[in-house]
């Protein structure tokens, strides 16, 4: 892209700091204050634009989408691999596996095939380029039959041979050797060539699916590194012999990995929704009690959590969060991933982020380290090959899913023998990653995901952002250039406060842009957890922003916004609400002993669900109790505040 | 192959051969001395370097004997459950391994890679007969001042005609943080494509950009999120590109036609070697079930 900045921007009498966001991965992953003015550089400069290197726009895209490659995708009839996958979130059109064109409003900036790295498989590759194909006499043949037009009939004489054992020896391999190619090296070769460093980025990465009793702990593996790198090694497994099903091995496999190739992988932890309290635990994990090392290497390795997708939103739940009442978004809290052990209520609290964020400031104390300390991004989990997340242009989580006149009808979980169902317009369209890095490769946003400047989104794509500091003025929310102030002034989504200064609060800058072709925004709210000295856990929503002229009530509490969605024919106007919000809001009941968390959450005004275009286009019947209304929404990655000593 | 002429020469490695041939021996002898006949599972050296690159390639070191002889274990234990199930016909009326091996099939008649190398003659062609699909959009860079329509006290369009004047007022860059509304929107745009200015700034925005003269100011236009003052600073029409610019991308569509049209011919010989047979009721959409 070319930077033309225009020599005439020089602004007098205003300092500025050439700005630069560290694409250094430190330990502990956030970027405090002390650590960001290390980086900037010693002499301010006069211009405010000059060496502007911090993230001037949010880059959205998918970091877990399956394809055919992934064996429960293929049964369920997915035909897409991972080229296509990559080709449809570029912005191109494509035929959905179920036959249907499909295209996105907006291509996607990037995109992770994260397939199931078990049972992957490996395929015969058969004759692809090898010099010993022209030694031999029938892969002679077969070479000339390819050169004169005939590739066709060439492809049918090799599977004939192939299948009755007559292929010629010299070209034939063992599996994992040359004449085989592994589903995960077509993997990484369709990233390769997808990828296309200042427009599109294609990561290379897999899924790991620990799943043993039904309980979800999947995590997403995303590689920072090109294909040279990814394919010196074999993905990590759940089954033995090679794999297992304990994440502290997952974890050894990545350190394995980076030591030995001196590449770069983190880890995405799946929604926990589906974990039955085991995606969060604060006393022992796989038969361990929690160690200083669990909370350092988790923290460590485990970067981020996909709060939100199509199999529901994981960020609270009613029950834990009773006061929050906008906590009800798409909860899916019957069971585990298969139905077969129904939930308990004392199971929540170690599936949700909000109450990990808040145990995790607990464990730290105990253990040294919080290694709930992760950033925040919404995917899809789709197993179509389509990252296709809005309300109005929903593919779908499986290809049966796929738009029809029945998909809504169906169940997607039913177990007779625990109860446990789950219908199938409780599936979400969500969501995205949104991230701010400074380019669209793959070095920046990976940093960009290691440092946790990210925020989840249930499917627009809103710009939000998010700026803790100490200093931060009511002014700073009539700047015409709010991350610039935000930068200057304080930490991004994702980072540290540090130490209070003497009789200060915490103070944040927020704002919020709605989707160019979305929803207006309702209000921007800022989300506290913090532990006081009797070891007591709290939580707290503020509203800090808000579209119109509603006043809070005694309860501090901004009403609704109202509601303009016409459910018969999937309409909504944008007559309320406001396209933008911005703000700078102190913390009003800020004790500096204490530890706390604190991250936004975005609300866009009231839309129709996918379940009522589905219903508006197809004239199908919803079922009794169908959600047909949503407000869609985005979660940034917290800011942490640790008290000193 | 560096890393399998090194495994090779590990003296593990020939133990580990040894080993297996023992194994396979034992298996064999066994066999022949059995009461029943018995089948054989012979673990050949290939497999059994298979097993042990997998888990080097995993673990990024290669396995211990107790280890080898774990994988060897497990590779006969599902070789064993295999073949029965083979036996008994369990891979029948499955959906999963039907699917598998439908794909099996799709993968081992993708084209090769000599199929997929295209030269420029026959990219040039594609180019042309795609003209386009490879057009390079046209390019803008413009700065802007934001007048909010949900900002309490003058109407924005009020105050956008006077910031309007104030801009062509002066020559002076600073008013363009003092004028205007807070906003995320940027200040100023570096030269970006259409469609990029579309997904930040709305269709209509976009479109109004193309009949503005550079370097003077203008508006106000409307966005989805409220009036903008505009100034064109730079602007780079929409093109078609030579084959030599490009060369990459159309080398990719050619190939993903290439392989689709390729797929569809291996599918039809495939399909010509069946008669198909409906029942009555089902009739075939476009005659497909008279091919014989």
């Known amino acids: 892209m070319i930077r033309r900045m225009p020599a005439s921007w020089m602004i007098p009498g205003v300092l500025a700091l050439g700005l630069t966001v560290p694409a250094v991965a430190q330990d502990s992953g956030t970027l405090t204050e002390g650590d960001a003015a290390k980086l900037y550089p010693d002499k301010p400069v ?334 899809s989990d789709a197993h179509t090959g389509l990252a296709a997340m809005e309300e109005d242009n929903f593919f779908g989580k499986t290809t049966p899913q796929e738009p029809s006149p029945e998909r809504m009808l169906a169940a997607f979980v039913d177990n007779k023998e625990t109860g446990v169902k789950i219908m199938d317009w409780e599936v979400g369209a969500s969501g995205y990653a949104a991230v701010w890095a400074t380019e669209n490769t793959r070095e920046s946003i990976w940093d960009a995901m290691q440092r946790k400047e990210t925020y989840a989104t249930t499917g627009p794509r809103m710009v939000v952002r998010f700026f803790g500091g100490w200093d931060f003025q009511p002014s700073d929310a009539e700047d015409r250039l709010p991350g610039h102030t935000g930068y200057s002034k304080g930490v991004p989504m994702g980072g540290d406060l540090g130490a209070a200064p003497e009789g200060k609060s915490p103070t944040f800058l927020v704002a919020a842009l709605k989707d160019t072709i979305g929803a207006n925004l309702d209000r921007y709210q800022i989300v506290k957890g913090w532990l006081d000295a009797d070891g007591e856990l709290h939580e707290k929503v503020y509203d800090v922003v808000w579209s119109g002229d509603r006043q809070p009530g005694d309860d501090g509490k901004v009403r609704s916004v109202g509601d303009t969605v016409d459910v018969a024919n999937a309409t909504w106007t944008n007559k309320i609400g406001a396209p933008e919000l911005i703000t700078v809001w102190t913390d009003p009941d800020f004790d500096p002993s204490e530890p706390a968390f604190y991250y936004g959450r975005v609300l866009e005004i009231p839309k129709p669900r996918w379940t009522a275009y589905d219903a508006k286009f197809y004239g199908t019947e919803p079922l009794p109790d169908t959600v047909m209304i949503l407000q869609d929404r985005a979660y940034t990655s917290p800011i942490w505040y640790t008290p000193e000593g | 192959m560096t890393f399998l002429s090194k495994v090779i020469r590990e003296p593990l490695f020939h133990f580990v051969l040894i080993g297996a041939a023992v194994f396979g021996l034992h298996a064999l002898i066994a066999g022949d001395d059995g009461e029943d006949a018995r089948d054989r599972i012979v673990v050949t050296e290939g497999r059994v370097q298979q097993l042990a690159q997998v888990f080097t390639k995993t673990w990024q070191r290669p396995p211990t004997p107790e280890e080898l002889r774990g994988l060897i274990d497990s590779y006969i234990n599902e070789e064993v459950y295999y073949r029965e199930a083979l036996k008994l016909g369990l891979d029948r009326d499955d959906t999963l391994i039907r699917r598998r091996m439908q794909q099996k099939m799709e993968f081992v008649t993708e084209p090769s890679d000599e199929l997929l190398r295209a030269d420029d003659s026959d990219l040039q062609a594609f180019l042309d007969a795609n003209k386009a699909a490879f057009r390079v959009e046209p390019r803008f860079a413009f700065d802007q001042v934001f007048l909010n329509p949900k900002k309490p006290g003058a109407p924005a369009l009020g105050r956008a005609k006077q910031t309007l004047e104030a801009l062509k007022a002066t020559e002076d860059q600073a008013v363009l943080t003092r004028l205007g509304d807070a906003t995320l929107l940027p200040v100023s745009m570096p030269l970006s494509p259409f469609s990029v200015i579309v997904s930040n700034f709305g269709k209509a925005f976009a479109a109004n950009l193309t009949d503005l003269s550079e370097n003077k100011w203008a508006g106000p236009i409307e966005s989805p999120y409220g009036l903008h003052l505009v100034r064109v600073t730079a602007r780079v029409d929409g093109y078609d590109p030579e084959l030599a610019q490009i060369r990459d991308g159309v080398a990719e569509k050619w190939r993903a036609q290439k392989r689709d049209a390729f797929q569809a011919q291996v599918y039809d010989q495939l399909r010509a070697k069946y008669e198909v047979v409906l029942p009555p009721a089902a009739e075939a959409p476009s005659g497909q079930a008279s091919v014989p």
Do not use: C
């Open chain 1, 46 to 379: 006069y211009s405010r634009y000059a060496g502007r290197d911090f993230p001037t726009r949010p880059f959205f895209g998918d970091t877990h989408l399956h394809t055919s490659f992934s064996m429960d995708a293929g049964a369920f009839g997915a035909r897409l691999g991972p080229r296509e996958a990559y080709r449809f979130a570029r912005g191109e059109q494509v035929t959905a596996s179920s036959g249907q064109p499909v295209k996105l409003s907006r291509p996607l900036d990037f995109l992770v095939v994260a397939d199931h790295s078990d049972n992957m498989g490996f395929f015969p590759d058969l004759l692809a380029g090898k010099p010993s194909v022209l030694a031999d006499p029938t892969g002679r043949k077969w070479y000339d039959m390819v050169q004169s037009g005939k590739g066709a009939d060439a492809a049918i004489e090799i599977i004939v041979a192939f299948s009755h054992n007559k292929f010629p020896e010299d070209l034939m391999y063992y599996p994992g050797t040359s004449a085989y190619k592994s589903a995960w090296q077509k993997t990484i070769d369709a990233a390769e060539e997808f990828n296309e460093p200042g427009r599109f980025t294609a990561f290379i990465g897999y899924e790991w699916t620990s799943n043993t009793g039904g309980n979800n702990l999947h995590r997403n593996v995303i590689f920072r590194d090109n294909g040279d790198k990814a394919s010196q090694v074999e993905p990590f497994t759940v089954y033995p012999p090679y794999g297992s099903d304990n994440p502290v091995d997952l974890w050894k496999w990545m350190k394995t990995y980076e030591e030995r190739t001196g590449g770069s992988v983190l880890a995405i932890a799946h929604n926990g929704n589906l974990s039955n309290g085991l995606m969060f635990p604060i006393v022992e994990a796989f038969g361990k009690k929690l160690d200083s090392e669990y909370a350092k290497t988790r923290a460590k390795w485990e970067r981020l959590y996909e709060t939100t997708q199509t199999k529901g939103t994981g960020e609270t739940h009613p029950y834990l969060s009773p006061n929050d009442e906008f906590a009800d978004f798409e909860i899916w809290d019957k069971g585990n991933l298969d139905g077969s052990v129904a939930k308990t209520k004392d199971m929540l609290e170690f599936e949700y982020a909000r109450s990990a964020y808040k145990n995790g400031l607990k464990l730290a104390q105990e253990l040294g380290t919080n290694p709930y300390k992760f950033g925040l991004i919404g995917s």
